[in-house]
């Protein structure tokens, strides 16, 4: 057997959902003619490689799957002789075959070698872009790949970020019943804590429904408690009269509701500004809260970008006006949500949620809302996107940097060049 090759398994489905390797005078190792009608649909999850495949093999036509390895005694290794899901395998394609493979029922795979029916320098470049350490390995093939090309790749990335990201939406909405507002409730709620607490953010509104919050949305002052009672900041012994308020008022609805508050430690302040502690941002919710507490039936009337800046553009109690954390004094100063971060909620959660409400609803209205949402908000500035910059592109609008940081996430830096229309062009 020779050595192994440089590339790896993916590099071979890449060939074969491609056809790129010399498809006259197709043989399996046995002599037997092989003609190709379709490759399949390739499969990522588990399972053979390929499904539903179309092909010839001498005389018999088949309609199967096709599974993929460098060496064929590789079906061996991955116990796949033992495993049913595999006996519908029709063909088992690889670099070089070295052993036979078999069904369960003992009876043998016909297999096809790719070893020298490809092209080298497919291979060499191949390598070049996994091999790249730059955050964007085609960085160096960039500008010779079509503005037609990544115009169209940039448009499927957007609509693939929204997939991703409603599919957890869709999971949490299964599991509560279809209750959307609770469930963007607990969105919102983890994307007031950004990135560094948003799961405390999330065990809060997780351990306080939104239909108790509802029920004392006339009183800023109850909602505060709730809020703070339930993130743990009311465990400890507090000066100003404001913060004991609040304190007696969440001992009652705590008894109430019969409320397990989670602990302190779990926020963070370290290297956060001020305006972004997560107290202040849990007042801000509060207000939030205080406004409304049907929040997605309003997210649904807004008729633009404008209609939303105004529903979050909330006014905190007066405490909060003169303090960042209880029991210490600081500059009064308003402390609304600054429009950056606005925007941030659209595109993180308003977005997402009008998405999927219209696949599910079979709502055109609200799925086109969210793709104007997009386009209208600015372009994110991110180191992501000044990678992005630096090869010539200029984003015009979130739309555009949502869908470069999906293509830079789930593309570049898992190296997955072969799966990406770029990668492909550049191949090519």
């Known amino acids: 057997m ?42 990522t999850d588990g399972g053979p ?51 036979p493979a078999f069904r369960s029922t003992g009876e043998p795979i016909p297999c096809l070698e790719l070893k020298g029916r490809f092209d080298e320098q497919l291979a060499k470049k191949y390598l070049q872009l996994i091999e790249n350490e730059d955050n964007i390995p085609c960085s160096p093939h960039f ?11 940039i448009e499927r990335l957007m609509i693939e970020r929204l997939e991703r990201k409603s599919a957890d939406i869709a999971a949490q909405l299964d599991h509560k019943n279809g209750d959307w507002e609770e469930i963007f409730y607990r ?23 939104q239909k108790i919050l509802a029920k004392h ?43 397990n508050p989670i602990a302190k430690h779990n926020w963070q302040f370290l290297r956060l500004r001020p305006a972004n502690f997560p107290t202040i941002r849990i007042a801000q919710f509060a207000a939030l809260t205080h406004r409304s507490n049907r929040l997605f039936s309003h997210v649904l009337d807004a008729a633009g970008i404008k209609d939303i800046e105004a529903l979050f553009d909330v006014e905190m109690s007066e405490y909060w006006q003169s303090h960042y954390v209880f029991d210490k004094d600081s500059k009064h100063i308003k402390k609304s949500l600054g429009k950056k971060t606005i925007h941030l909620i659209i595109i993180n959660t308003i977005v997402p949620f009008l998405f999927l409400y219209g696949k599910i609803r079979d709502d055109e209205s609200a799925t086109k809302k969210a793709m104007t949402f997009m386009e209208a908000l600015p372009p994110e500035n991110n180191k992501i996107i000044r990678d992005w910059q630096t090869l010539g592109i200029t984003p015009e609008s979130a739309y555009h940097t949502q869908a470069l940081i999906q293509l830079k996430n789930e593309y570049c830096s898992p190296k997955k060049c072969l799966q990406c229309a770029i990668g492909h062009a550049i191949l090519k």
Request: proline share 4%; net charge negative.
């Open 2 to 43: 020779s050595r192994n090759p440089p590339f790896k398994e993916e590099f071979l489905h890449y060939l074969w959902r491609m056809k790129k390797f010399a498809l006259n005078d197709l043989q399996t190792t046995k002599g037997e003619p092989v003609t190709l009608y379709d490759t399949g649909a390739y499969n």
């Open 187 to 209: 969105s919102l709620a983890a994307n007031f804590g950004a990135r560094i607490n948003a799961e405390p953010f999330r065990r809060v509104a997780r351990t306080l429904p």
């Open 143 to 153: 500008s010779a790949v079509s503005e037609l090309t990544k115009t169209a790749w």
């Open 217 to 259: 949305g006339d009183n800023l002052t109850q909602l505060e408690a709730l809020l703070f009672g339930q993130a743990g900041f009311l465990t400890e012994k507090l000066s100003d009269n404001y913060p004991k308020e609040l304190q007696k008022e969440y001992s009652f609805l705590q008894k109430k509701y019969q409320l």
């Open 49 to 99: 490689d390929f499904t539903d495949a179309r092909l010839q093999i001498g005389d018999t036509k088949w309609a199967g799957n096709v599974e993929i390895h460098l060496f064929s005694h590789d079906w061996q290794l991955h116990q796949h002789q033992h495993d049913k899901a595999y006996d519908s395998v029709v063909l088992h394609v690889v670099y070089e075959e070295n052993a």
